[in-house]
């Protein structure tokens, strides 16, 4: 399964992309949100932390996301007070306060991500790719 993570290499998502890779997920890194990249590398899922400062913009481009691949698994960290209205936008989609991508939880957070993608693209997690 490929995993394209949103960073700008604060290093935010580094236990959450190593409890990834230890899951079989391929990490494919870029510090914007890319359309091009999801089709290219055949993404199955985007993580991304989300910024309040850049709301409007990242909105839009996940929304852009969601409509090239309606099964894409979105995985969005957000801070609290912005959790419920993202749960909201993207009800299908994992959203979680931003203490999910502590060492302590980044197993657990990468196993609910993991199970998402094998519910919505079983062709991901049964040797179509890897």
Not at 52 to 80: I, M, S, W
């Amino acid at each position: 399964m490929n995993v394209m993570v949103v960073d700008k290499g604060e290093g935010d998502l580094f236990y959450l992309c190593r409890a990834l890779e230890a899951a079989g997920a391929r990490i494919i890194n870029s510090l914007t949100i890319d359309e091009d990249k999801v089709l290219v590398h055949r993404v199955d899922a985007v993580v991304h932390e989300w910024s309040a400062f850049t709301a409007d913009a990242e909105r839009v481009q996940l929304e852009n996301l969601k409509e090239l691949d309606p099964d894409l698994v979105l995985a969005v960290f957000a801070r609290p007070e912005d959790v419920g209205a993202l749960r909201r936008r993207w009800p299908r989609d994992l959203v979680a306060d931003r203490r999910a991508l502590d060492e302590r939880f980044a197993d657990r957070t990468a196993e609910a991500l993991v199970r998402e993608i094998r519910a919505r693209r079983p062709a991901a997690a049964v040797g179509g790719r890897v």
